[in-house]
Nanobody
Framework: QVQLVESGGGSVQPGGSLRLSCAAS????????MGWYRQAPGKRRELVAT???????NYEDSVKGRFTISRDNVQRTVYLQMNSLKSEDTAVYYC????????????WGQGTQVTVSS
């Protein structure tokens, strides 16, 4: 059973920072590409950032230079450091573990709300 538990969301003013964490249970973390996605009201879920087991990262264009994804394979945790937040970053942020190459599974956390507002 795979569980992904996000934390670190909240409310912040424009220009502020937040750090999201996603703790993973189960044995898949070390072999899975991990990612953060977000879904704003009335919009589709979209990719924010991913990180492979080897540390290769990929970012959605609007967050490049502001967000940083990282992972700790010992703690089985993936992080998203978000700086210079904008109102358009407001969304529910979801952690993802892509294990389709091995088990066929694609796993999601329950989501954490990020609100950027003055």
């Amino acid at each position: 059973q795979v569980q992904l538990v996000e934390s670190g969301g909240g409310s912040v003013q424009p220009g502020g920072s937040l750090r999201l964490s996603c703790a993973a249970s189960g044995s898949i973390f070390s072999r899975s590409t991990m990612g953060w996605y977000r879904q704003a009201p009335g919009k589709r879920r979209e990719l924010v950032a991913t990180i492979t087991t080897g540390g290769t990262t990929n970012y959605e264009d609007s967050v490049k230079g502001r967000f940083t994804i990282s992972r700790d394979n010992v703690q089985r945790t993936v992080y998203l450091q978000m700086n210079s937040l904008k109102s358009e970053d407001t969304a529910v942020y979801y952690c993802n573990a892509d294990d389709r190459e091995y088990s066929g599974g694609n796993f999601w956390g329950q989501g954490t709300q990020v609100t950027v507002s003055s």
